[in-house]
C-alpha cells in the first residue's frame, strides 16, 4: 500500500492591537525554525463537524484548537490534484500573503470535480477521478491522502523571538509578532525525496536529522559551498517522492523564509541495516518526512501524483507554467564576462570566434558598460557607439545580452531614479522614508514590484525610445535580483521594510513584459534571471549563480541542474569554467564538454580572472573546446524540438535518469549522468585526470544504448568502463530513437536555420523499429503561434524479412513552415544487412533511386542525400 500522509499542524497565529558563513543564518539563529524544531508540546487542531460543508469541488471547514480557529478548504484540481488551505478566520488583524502570481492561473480556472464526497461523524472522504482518496479525520484533525494508509499530528507554541529578533546588527522589530506555519508531510513506501531547489547538495535530498534543515530563502551567497543545505538564489518549495510504483509531488506554495527538515526511516538504522533494507524487502515500510517551517504566510499545500514522472510533470506544468518557447539563439553557445572592455574588445572577441572556427551567437556585457552602474544607460567613452558595436554582431547572426540589474543608483540626475522617485515608486522603510542600501553603483534605492504600476514602469524602459542604443538584437539579463543589498542583513534587505499593500519582505516578469512590448509582441524575448521562485520559468531562463573553477563545482552543476529542472524550471545552466578563479585547461575543456549537453551553455568569469576565450588555450585543448562547442549546435534541432514540447507536456529537456526510467532503482540515486529528452545519455568526465569512466545503462535487456562516435552497444542494466582522452565526451544514443541533427555548422544557428537535416537512427533492440521528432519554426518571432512551424514524426520499421521502410508523419496539421527543409543525410546504426537498393517516394509519389554505403568497421549504414523534405509525405525502401 501506498500512502502520502499529510499529518499537521504547526501554526503560530498571533492575535494582536565563499562563502563567510557567519553572513548567513541557521536555524538556531531563526527563531521560528529554532521554535518549531525543539517545540514539544502543541496542542491539537480538530474540525468542528457542523462546520463542514462543500459542493461539487470544494470542501470547506473549521478547526479549532485551545488556541483559535482556523478556515479549511480543500480543493479538487484538474488531472487528479488537490489543494489544502489553511487560514485564520475573520477575527484575523490582517491577511496574510499568498503568492498567487506563482501560479499559472487563478483559481476558478484550476478546479475540477470530486468523484465523490462522503460525510459522516468522524471523516469526510472525498474521491479524486485517478482512483485517489482524501481522508480528512475531525479529531485530532489529520489528513491521509490514499494509494493507499494513515498517521499522526502536531501544532506549535511560542518561545524565543516571538516579538523581535535580532540577526548580527541587525534587528527585525516584527510588527505582527510571530506568524510562522509549518507542516508535516509523510511519504509511506518511499525512500527518496528530490527537489527544493537552490542548494549545493546531491540530487537525492539528504536527511537532516544530524544539522540544518534545508533553508529557502533568495540570497546572494558567492562561491557556495557544496554538499551544503544553506539557501542560495532562489527558492522552489517543491518536493518529489519517487519509487518504482509511483511519483507525488508536495508544493508549500509559501514565499517566504523556509526551512525543510528531511527525515527517513533508516536515520535511526546503522548502516549495514540500510543496505540490508535496500537489497531485500524490508519488514515494514519505509517512510520519508518533509517538514516544512516558514516565518509567515498561510498554509497552502498542493499535492499531485502520477503513475509516473511524466505524469508528474505535465500536472505541475499545468499549475505552476511551463517555459515559453525560446529563440533559437538562446540554446546555442554564449561567451561572457565581467567585463569585456569596449566596443572594440566585443569585435575583437566577435572577430577572433571566426578566426579559430568556433560558433558563439550571444556575447554578454556586465555592468561595467554602463554609465557609472546607471542601467539602460552606456559608458560614454567606451561605448559611445553601441549601435556601431551591435550591427558588427548581427552582421555575423549574432546577438547581445545586457545587464540590467534591480538596484538604481541615488543621482537625482539619472533618470530611472528621478522618475520612480517623483512616482513614489521606492520601498519604505518602517518610518514611511525611502530605503536605501548599497550594491554596485553605491547608496541604491529599490523599486517595488509587488506594484503593478511599477512593472508597468519598468517595462517600459526597455523601448527603444527609452533604452537608447539598444535594438531588437538587445536582450536583457537581471542579475542581484535576491535582492542583494551589500550593507543590509545576510547581504540583502531588512525583512520589516515595507512594500506595495503595506506587506514586509517575508513575504520578473516586468522585464520580460517590456521585451515584449518594444516590439509589439512580435519577438520572443530571452532574459536571464539569478534569482527565482515557483513560476519564474514562465519568463526566464536560470543560472546558478557565482561558482568557481574547480572539480567539486564542476560536478555541483549535474544535481543542481537536474533538481531546477524536475521543479518546473527547464532552460538552467553554470558558468563554464567556474565564475570566480582560473580554472586549468583539463578543467575547463571538461566543463565544456558537459555544458555542451546541459539547457543553457554560457561561459562567464569575474573581472579578477585571467581572460579565458576558447583560443587562448594550447591547441589541443583549443580543439576540444571546439568539438564541444560543435557539436551542440549540431544537436540544435534535437534540443529546439525538446523544448517546443516541454511546452505542452511539462518535460524538462535535462532529465535525471529515474525520470525515463521509474522502475530502475539504479538511478534513483545518479548524479553523474543525465539524459537529454528521452533519447541521449551523457556521462562527462567530471574527475581530474580520468583516463576511464565507469557507466551504468538504465533499463534492461531490452534497451540498448549505443555510443555516438564507435557505434558500440551496451545494454541496459549494465555497468561498463570505458577510456577516455582529454578530447572523450562519451553520450549514447538510446535505441529505438531517432534524432534530428545538422551536420554542417556555421559561425552562429541563425544562419542555419534552412540548412538540411540528417537523421541519426538507432533500431530497438530486436531491430524491427525506432521514431523520433523534429519540430522546426523561424527561430525568432511567435508566427509559430499562427500555424508557421513543422512538426514531423520519423518512423523506421520493418515490413517484412526483405524490407524495411523510413516513413514520415505529421503530428500536427495546423503547422506549415513557409520554407522547405530536406533530409540531406540517414544514418541508421548497427545494422545487419546489406541492402540491394533504397528507392526514396515523396508526397507526389515520384521514385528516386537513393546512394548508399556501409561501413564494415562499425555495421552503419549511411544513406546519401534522399532529398525528401523534413515536412511532407515520404516513404523510404530498404530492400534486401
Known amino acids: ?81 488537490f489543494r489544502v488551505i489553511i487560514d485564520e478566520d475573520d477575527k484575523a488583524l490582517r491577511p496574510r500573503y499568498q503568492p498567487l502570481d506563482a501560479l499559472n492561473s487563478p483559481q476558478d480556472q484550476q478546479t475540477d470535480n470530486f468523484k465523490y464526497v462522503r460525510k459522516d461523524d468522524s471523516a469526510v472522504v472525498a474521491g479524486l477521478k485517478n482512483g485517489g482518496e482524501i481522508r480528512t479525520i475531525y479529531d485530532p484533525f489529520k489528513m491521509l491522502f490514499y494509494m493507499d494508509s494513515e498517521e499522526d499530528a502536531n501544532p506549535e507554541n511560542d518561545g524565543d523571538g516571538f516579538w523581535e529578533e535580532s540577526f548580527k546588527s541587525y534587528k527585525d522589530s516584527k510588527p505582527f509578532g510571530s506568524s510562522s506555519v509549518g507542516i508535516d508531510i509523510s511519504f509511506s513506501d518511499f525512500i527518496y525525496l528530490y527537489g527544493l531547489p537552490e542548494h549545493g547538495d546531491s ?21 557556495y559551498e557544496q554538499d551544503s543545505r544553506m539557501a542560495l538564489y532562489g527558492a522552489v518549495p517543491y518536493v518529489i517522492a519517487h519509487n518504482k510504483k509511483r511519483t507525488v509531488g508536495v508544493l508549500w506554495l509559501n514565499a517566504a523564509e523556509t526551512w525543510v527538515d528531511i527525515k527517513s526511516s533508516y536515520d535511526s538504522k546503522g548502516i549495514l541495516s540500510t543496505i540490508v533494507d535496500k537489497l531485500t524487502v524490508a519488514s515494514s515500510l519505509s517512510e520519508i518526512n518533509a517538514h516544512f517551517i516558514s516565518e509567515s504566510g498561510l498554509i497552502d499545500v498542493t499535492v499531485m501524483s502520477g503513475q ?64 557609472g552602474k546607471r542601467y539602460f544607460t552606456w559608458d560614454p567613452v567606451k561605448f559611445a557607439d553601441p549601435i556601431k558595436m551591435i550591427n558588427g554582431l548581427t552582421a555575423k547572426g549574432r546577438k547581445l545580452v545586457t545587464i540590467v540589474d534591480p538596484h538604481v543608483k541615488k543621482d537625482d540626475n539619472y533618470f530611472i531614479y528621478k522618475e520612480s522617485k517623483g512616482l513614489g515608486f521606492h520601498i519604505n522603510k518602517t518610518d514611511g522614508s525611502t530605503f536605501e542600501g548599497n550594491c554596485w553603483p553605491g547608496t541604491s534605492i529599490y523599486l517595488d514590484f509587488l506594484n503593478p504600476r511599477v512593472r508597468d514602469f519598468w517595462a517600459s524602459k526597455y523601448a527603444f525610445d527609452k533604452y537608447i542604443g539598444s535594438t531588437k538584437d538587445v536582450f536583457i539579463w537581471n542579475d542581484m535580483n535576491e535582492p542583494s543589498v551589500f550593507s543590509g542583513p545576510e547581504v540583502t534587505m531588512d525583512k520589516d521594510i515595507k512594500h506595495y499593500g503595506d506587506w514586509e519582505h517575508r513575504d520578473h516578469s516586468a522585464t520580460y513584459k517590456g521585451l515584449l512590448d518594444r516590439t509589439e509582441s512580435k519577438l520572443r524575448p530571452f532574459l536571464l534571471s539569478r534569482s527565482f521562485f515557483v513560476g519564474s520559468q514562465r519568463t526566464a531562463a536560470i543560472w546558478t549563480g557565482d561558482n568557481k573553477a574547480d572539480w567539486t563545482h564542476l560536478k555541483a552543476t549535474v544535481p543542481m541542474l537536474l533538481s531546477l529542472s524536475i521543479c518546473g524550471i527547464p532552460h538552467v545552466g553554470a558558468d563554464i569554467g567556474g565564475f570566480f578563479g582560473n580554472p586549468d585547461e583539463q578543467l575547463l575543456t571538461r566543463w565544456y564538454q558537459a555544458a555542451a549537453f546541459q539547457p543553457f551553455f554560457r561561459a562567464h568569469a569575474h573581472e579578477d580572472t585571467k581572460r579565458r576565450e576558447p583560443w587562448l588555450f594550447s591547441p589541443t585543448v583549443v580543439d576540444a573546446i571546439r568539438n564541444a562547442v560543435k557539436l551542440r549546435y549540431s544537436f540544435l534541432p534535437y534540443w529546439y524540438t525538446l523544448f517546443y514540447e516541454h511546452t505542452y507536456t511539462g518535460k524538462p529537456p535535462m532529465l535525471p535518469l529515474w525520470a525515463e526510467f521509474p522502475t530502475d532503482e539504479m538511478t534513483f540515486t545518479e548524479e553523474k549522468e543525465w539524459l537529454v529528452g528521452s533519447s541521449i545519455l551523457v556521462a562527462p568526465i567530471l574527475e581530474k585526470d580520468c583516463t576511464k569512466i565507469s557507466i551504468y545503462f538504465p533499463g534492461t535487456k531490452s534497451t540498448s544504448w549505443y555510443d555516438w562516435e564507435s557505434n558500440k552497444r551496451y545494454f541496459g542494466g549494465e555497468t561498463a568502463d570505458i577510456y577516455v582522452t582529454l578530447k572523450s565526451i562519451p553520450f549514447f544514443q538510446r535505441s529505438g530513437s531517432i534524432i534530428p541533427f545538422w551536420y554542417r555548422v556555421r559561425r552562429a544557428s541563425t544562419l542555419m536555420r534552412q540548412d538540411p537535416i540528417t537523421l541519426f537512427i538507432a533500431p530497438s533492440v530486436n531491430e524491427n523499429f525506432a521514431n523520433g521528432s523534429l519540430y522546426l519554426d523561424d527561430g525568432e518571432t511567435f508566427g509559430y503561434k499562427n500555424g508557421k512551424y513543422l512538426h514531423w514524426q520519423y518512423v523506421y520499421k520493418k515490413e517484412s524479412p526483405e524490407l524495411y521502410s523510413i516513413t514520415s508523419f505529421n503530428i500536427d496539421t495546423n503547422g506549415k513552415l513557409d520554407r522547405e527543409i530536406i533530409i540531406e543525410r540517414i544514418t541508421i546504426r548497427d545494422v545487419n544487412y546489406f541492402p540491394k537498393n533504397i528507392y526514396a517516394y515523396s508526397s507526389g509519389g515520384n521514385r528516386k533511386d537513393v546512394e548508399f554505403y556501409k561501413s564494415g568497421y562499425d555495421n552503419t549504414l549511411v544513406i546519401r542525400k534522399p532529398g525528401v523534405p523534413a515536412s511532407k509525405q515520404f516513404r523510404i525502401d530498404i530492400h534486401l
Not at 8 to 30: G, I, M, T
Not at 313 to 318: H, I, L, P, S, W
Not at 357 to 370: F, S
Open 1 to 81: 500500500m501506498i500512502l502520502l500522509r499529510v499529518f499537521f499542524l504547526y501554526v503560530f497565529l498571533c492575535y494582536v492591537s565563499a562563502v563567510d558563513r557567519s553572513n548567513f543564518k541557521n536555524c538556531e539563529q531563526a527563531a521560528f525554525c529554532k521554535r518549531h524544531r525543539n517545540s514539544k508540546e502543541k496542542p491539537a487542531y480538530a474540525v468542528i463537524p457542523e462546520s463542514v460543508g462543500n459542493n461539487a469541488s470544494v470542501i470547506t471547514a473549521h478547526l479549532r484548537s485551545s488556541i483559535n480557529t482556523l478556515r479549511l478548504t480543500i480543493l479538487s484540481l484538474k488531472n487528479s490534484a
Open 308 to 371: 509516473n514522472p511524466s505524469d508528474l510533470f505535465r500536472q505541475y506544468a499545468e499549475y505552476t507554467g511551463v517555459y515559453p518557447l525560446p529563440p533559437l539563439f538562446s540554446l546555442a553557445y554564449h561567451q561572457s564576462r565581467w567585463c569585456y572592455k569596449d566596443v572594440k574588445d566585443v569585435l575583437y572577441v566577435n572577430d577572433m570566434f571566426d578566426k579559430y572556427d568556433i560558433p558563439v551567437d550571444v556575447i554578454w556585457l556586465d555592468i561595467d558598460h554602463t554609465n
Open 203 to 223: 540530487l537525492a535530498l539528504k536527511s537532516t536529522s544530524s544539522g540544518d534543515p534545508y533553508r529557502l530563502y533568495n540570497l546572494d551567497v558567492f562561491e
